[in-house]
């Protein structure tokens, strides 16, 4: 059983490819875009980890203006799936945020309003699935930087990454 | 015999403490600097992992800047584990780089030359165990913002980063 647990490494960058079947599997062959298709990518399995969430999806990332991730969180959310993202106060105002996009989907967004610079990147998908790494939300980072990312069901190195959102969750408490 | 996989995750900022033990430690109470003593903290705890490599050391970080973490790898140089550091170009001629340092000493230094930006931040310790995460190797990283780090012997996280470790190394051999 234990060599059933997911471990995985995503590299970057990510070879450009269209990812649009990701988000619209019932029209697999039918987009006209330039992109190669059909092709699967570090950012295509990102993006597919992402969407598998059923319950919960738990983001702590310091920058988030990649539109296709945003796109996946806002199918998340209108799926049902409850999401909560902690961001940085200073990044949020940033041109091509995509906080503001989320919050106005109705997606709860708490920043970060310690002295501190919080640089995490990591996902917590149905408290049970981590996806971590030196990769930033950006779209630069998934197709310009050297970049890794890994994801890991072992609850000796999930459960502290939940326990983290939580007790940054609480800190950051508006109310 | 999976379960006794080392799998640890370790959260920044660290907490201020001496150091001193771990790199002297046959003089455990002969430290006489203001810090606080004995305490164990994330950054006492990284540099101990660091330490434990018997015979070689990969490191791939674009800013290397903290003299604890210098001191570590110059330890185990003059101990003679083999070392190599991969860095970012245009990071190794900033202020207070220490990869100058490690070069001085005699240890193997190769930067990216390529156009694309490394951000990664990892190490592999006798090509066994994986020390990945968000944080950079400075004093900044280490003592001012929220960081994380994960430390596995887990093969298949440490494997496809010991696969891309050579990938890089072999990409910018100089000769
Ligand atoms: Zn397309
Ligand atoms: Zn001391």
Redesign the pocket.
Request: with cysteine.
């Given at each position: 059983r234990p060599g059933r647990i997911l471990n995985e490494v995503l590299f970057f960058p990510s070879e450009m490819a269209?990812v649009?079947h990701i988000f619209t599997p019932s029209l697999p062959h039918s987009?006209?875009?330039p992109?190669p298709?059909g092709v699967e990518t570090s950012f295509s399995l990102l993006l597919q980890y992402i969407l598998s969430a059923s319950s919960s999806l738990d983001l702590c990332v310091f920058a988030f203006s990649n539109m296709d991730l945003s796109r996946a969180v806002l199918a998340l959310h209108s799926r049902g799936v409850t999401i909560r993202v902690l961001s940085d106060k200073d990044y949020v105002a940033i041109t091509g945020s995509q906080i503001g996009v989320l919050r106005k989907a109705g997606i709860c967004v708490r920043c970060d309003v310690g002295s501190v610079y919080m640089h995490h990147k990591f996902a917590v998908v149905d408290s049970r699935l981590l996806i971590t790494g030196s990769l930033n939300w950006t779209l630069q980072a998934v197709q310009g930087n050297m970049e890794n990312i890994l994801i890991t069901e072992e609850p000796k190195l999930v459960q502290p990454f939940v326990k983290e959102f939580h007790r940054l969750w609480a800190r950051n408490d508006p109310a």
């Open positions: 269209c649009e987009c006209l875009c992109l298709h």
